[in-house]
């Protein structure tokens, strides 16, 4: 139910400044197509209506089948090639790494640096800007593939190239800027403390990370978007209400123009302290039913009651980076004695080792990738329940899963979850939300006005 920011951020700093294709440019592209869109469901089938006989299974599978066979088989299509992609980005990203250290590229770019000045710091930046350009040119095959042209083919782009390629840039400024930051402060600790450089590595990464999260909403997200208080009462006072039921201290709701580049609904919690906010993407408030926007705010309160961006980032992240840090301790030092020669890196605090970095991480996160998205869709599901609780719209939230099966194939055999779902699949949200009816009839049968009317769209 959301792209997160967060999650999109732990990328960001874990390999994006370390890659620098922004993770948050990557919202991805598009072009207003609607043959991708799936039918605005109106109205609750009838085997989803209350009545004593109610049966969950029977409710899913009525909402299910009111997905077209082409729309699903569109949808299957492109999120099962996004398992392919999974492999193509770390393989191909890899490729580039090893050829940037086979070559001596990374050497040459060192090298350079060094000619343009002797200030360390500036050396470390100059080799990060030489790197971060070259790698985005190197990338731009695959990237345009995967954010520009698949998502146009299958109609979730927005955007022409132009404005695509600017956003991409501007991910790609944004890294040199921020990642730059982290990078000269890391080659400052591994330096200044060549044996528990890992450990206070990690530690400032953290900070790092936590400031990211902290600015984003209010810094980085404008650099992309436009975010704006939403200020039609007939969508906030629903939204604000449920808040104050919930002792959540909102007053105002956000709404962000995604449709700029993307024809996905979503909305996000994101940031935190005085930071945080809750914000709608105009695509869901564009299609999206009342009450499938309410059962989807109360989907990310349920986030932000359950503190879980708190606990992502004291908890979670921190293992993620005090593990990777440590994996690069061990790991650097294997590759360095059998091909640090041949490479002409000359130890740890030598920039030109960074393609060996990201080499190291990549690999690490390829192999996680099913322990990120488990942790990830657990808070999801724990997100969807809150919500259910909260909303009380098991209509409203089958609405929202079938809308955001566009781009995720519903029905997932449950390896598959496991692998590659960073949220429960929408057959299984279904099959929750009609089982969370089933448990709450009498909400559904006593007066007409506690009725979900099935949705008139707006
Ligand atoms: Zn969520």
């Known amino acids: 139910m959301t792209l997160r920011l967060r999650a999109a951020c732990a990328l960001f700093v874990m390999f994006v400044c370390l890659t620098t294709v922004s993770a948050l440019a990557q919202q991805s592209p598009a072009s207003s197509n609607a043959t991708n869109e799936m039918p605005s469901v109106t109205t609750v089938p009838t085997a989803a209506q209350p009545s004593p006989n109610f049966n969950v299974d029977a409710a899913t599978e009525a909402y299910l089948a009111q997905i077209p066979a082409s729309s699903r088989a569109r949808s299957d299509a492109y999120f099962e090639g996004g398992y392919w992609l999974i492999l193509w980005d770390f393989l191909y990203g890899a490729v580039i790494s090893l050829l940037l250290l086979n070559l001596r590229w990374s050497a040459m770019m060192r090298d350079l640096a060094e000619r343009l000045t002797r200030f360390k710091p500036l050396q470390t930046w100059i080799y990060w800007i030489e790197y971060s350009i070259l790698t985005f040119v190197l990338g731009a095959p695959l990237a345009i593939y995967e954010g520009y042209t698949r998502e146009r083919q299958y109609g979730l782009a927005t955007q022409t190239f132009g404005p695509w390629a600017w956003d991409q840039t501007k991910g790609l400024l944004i890294g040199i800027v921020l990642g730059g930051l982290l990078v000269m402060a890391l080659f400052g600790i591994v330096r200044r403390l060549p044996r528990t450089w890992w450990l206070w590595g990690a530690i400032f990464t953290m900070v790092f990370f936590v400031f990211t999260v902290l600015i984003a909403p209010v810094y980085l997200q404008p650099i992309f978007n436009k975010i704006t208080r939403l200020n039609d009462p007939k969508i906030t006072q629903p939204i604000l209400s449920m808040a104050r039921a919930n002792a959540i201290d909102a007053k105002d709701v956000y709404q962000i123009d995604a449709s700029r580049q993307t024809t996905r609904m979503s909305a996000n919690v994101s940031g935190f302290g005085q930071t945080m906010r809750i914000t709608l993407n105009d695509n869901l408030l564009r299609r999206g039913s009342p009450e499938e926007i309410q059962a989807v705010m109360g989907h990310e309160m349920g986030h932000y009651v359950l503190n879980h961006i708190y606990k992502d980032l004291l908890l979670f992240f921190p293992i993620v980076i005090v593990v990777g840090f440590a994996l690069l301790k061990w790991s650097l030092d294997w590759c360095l004695e059998r091909w640090g020669e041949r490479w002409q890196i000359r130890g740890i605090g030598d920039t030109a080792i960074v393609p060996l970095v990201v080499l190291v991480l990549s690999i ?22 809150y919500g259910l609780n909260a909303s009380r719209r098991p209509d409203g939230f089958a609405q929202a899963a079938i809308h955001l099966g566009e781009y995720r194939k519903m029905r997932p055999g449950p390896i598959e979850e496991f ?40």
Do not use: C
């Open 419 to 458: 692998l590659f779902y960073d949220h429960p699949s929408g057959y299984g949200r279904i099959h929750r939300a009609m089982q969370w009816k089933a448990e709450n009839q009498m909400l559904f049968e006593a007066t007409p006005a506690n009725l979900p009317t099935g949705s008139a769209q707006p």
């Open 364 to 385: 690490f996160g390829f192999v996680m990738t099913p322990v990120f998205n488990t942790h990830i869709r657990t808070e999801e599901r724990e997100a969807d329940m």
